[in-house]
């Protein structure tokens, strides 16, 4: 299995983000607020997510990796940068389920990590759910270290 890694490009957003739904499974806020309060605004979870990684590969696929194996796109990672203070973000960082465990993510968290070097970050940081804990462990074997723990609260208006 031979692994690319390579830029995003606009025509990529739709696929990248038809792979939301099973990429984030069981994995965002989006998804616990809707088993606790049920659809939002008459969509389902996923469809919100779908939407904003869509929108957000179509307006900067500079700041978006592509994971392929066998030319079919498998995973990606996205990342935002911030000059003034030389902090990268790793924001979403997503492998098909069936090619987890092989290396395809922490390849991706890699790439991201050279390019915020690359460009002058001096900083790297990101943020994973308490339930995540493939991505925890990436992450610390990436050389992060835990900073602060965040607590989320809802409640129905």
Request: hydrophobic residues 35%; charged residues 35%; aromatic residues 10%.
């Amino acid at each position: 299995m031979e692994i690319k890694i390579r830029k995003a490009k606009k025509e990529d957003a739709e696929k990248i983000a038809d792979m939301t739904e099973k990429i984030w499974k069981g994995y965002t806020i989006a998804e616990l607020l809707e088993k606790r309060y049920g659809k939002i605004c008459g969509k389902n979870w996923w469809e919100y997510k779908k939407e904003e990684i869509e929108k957000y590969c179509k307006n900067h696929p500079e700041y978006v990796f592509i994971a392929e194996v066998d030319g079919k796109i498998v995973g990606y990672a996205t990342y935002s940068l911030d000059y003034g203070r030389k902090i990268g973000f790793v924001e979403n960082n997503g492998v098909l389920p069936e090619y987890r465990g092989k290396g395809i993510g922490s390849s991706l968290h890699k790439k991201v990590l050279e390019e915020m070097k690359k460009d002058g970050m001096e900083i790297a940081i990101v943020s994973t759910l308490e339930i995540d804990i493939p991505a925890q462990n990436m992450y610390k074997k990436h050389g992060f270290k835990e900073l602060v723990k965040s607590i989320h609260y809802s409640q129905k208006l």
